[in-house]
């Protein structure tokens, strides 16, 4: 497994490091590790992770989706 060794660490970012380990139950090189991985793991919105379920699911392209907008003018509201 590939290792890094970070040099000129400042002492006050030490500190918050091993602060946020201990907060988090962690050793200070697993939160290390958990703060780069969330740094650089590609985020998925919600419309993302939707689209995903739907294409898992086979998606909607055999689907007769008979989708017609209903142009019927709304009634404005009235607050009498």
């Known amino acids: 497994m590939p290792a890094i060794t970070i040099r000129n660490l400042s002492d006050e970012t030490h500190r918050a490091l091993k602060l946020l380990a201990t907060l988090h139950g962690r050793s200070t090189e697993a939160e290390v590790r958990r703060i780069l991985d969330e740094a650089v793991r590609p985020r998925t919105g919600l419309g993302s992770a939707l689209a995903r379920i ?12 008979n989708l017609q907008r209903d142009r019927t003018p709304i009634e404005p509201a009235t607050f009498e």
């Open 54 to 65: 739907g294409q898992e699911l086979g998606g909607v392209d055999d689907l007769e989706l």
